[in-house]
């Protein structure tokens, strides 16, 4: 159940809750038999085994997380190994480069890759596609763009787990991170999460 933890279970595994699609997040951990939570507070980072970042608007989550102080320690549990998914807005924070930031945009950053901000331009040309990702099985994943990112390029410690037929690369992982520019925490799908779900519960 969402906002609460089992006391002999493992542990949660939260969502930050600060602004965006959260509880769509929520709602597949939950379905997914999982114990998921809504972070709001630093607190409540030092007891969950993984993070999700959802979707949004990265500028206001961004201010959000220092205004509220979440901001440095999330970065430092990225940097001591805590697995996180960023989607769409979510992957723009945890990059470590963001091209088209508004002045003054930060990213907890953490994947080596540089991602730009709105690349597909407004939401009147959110778009959905049919994506290969090997990792999850031959079935394709419907993926849905909405004033999504791109990633631009990939460093040497990250790689790519799917791209658009025209090579722009949308779904990335690097270490205990990995970010999707698409959301599918909307389309019923929820291999994504099940992926991130099997990293989160093997890094224990």
């Not at 959905?128 to 079935?139: F, N, R, W, Y």
């Not at 959301?183 to 929820?190: R, V």
Request: proline share 6%.
């Amino acid at each position: 159940m969402a906002g609460s933890s089992s006391a002999v279970g493992p542990r949660p595994i939260g969502v930050l809750a600060l602004q965006g699609d959260f509880r769509e997040h929520l709602q597949v951990l939950q379905q997914l038999g999982e114990t998921a939570i809504a972070v709001k507070t630093p607190g409540q980072l030092e007891h969950i085994a993984g993070l999700i970042l959802p979707g949004g608007e990265s500028s206001v989550i961004d201010k959000l997380s220092r205004l509220y102080g979440l901001a440095e320690p999330i970065k430092a549990a990225i940097a001591h190994g805590l697995p996180v998914y960023g989607t769409c807005a979510g992957l723009i924070l945890l990059a470590d480069t963001v091209l088209d930031a508004i002045p003054g945009q930060q990213s907890f950053g953490g994947l080596d890759i540089v991602v730009r901000r709105n690349a597909f331009g407004s939401q009147s040309e959110s778009f959905e596609t049919a994506l290969s990702v090997p990792e999850l099985g031959t079935t394709p994943v419907e993926a849905v763009f909405i004033r999504a990112p791109v990633v631009e390029s990939i460093g040497p410690r990250a790689r790519a787990l799917a791209t658009l037929d025209d090579g722009r690369i949308v779904a990335v992982e690097h270490g205990a991170l990995m970010g999707t520019s698409f959301h599918p925490e909307i389309t019923g799908d929820t291999r994504f999460h099940e992926y991130f779900v099997a990293r989160v519960r093997a890094s224990k």
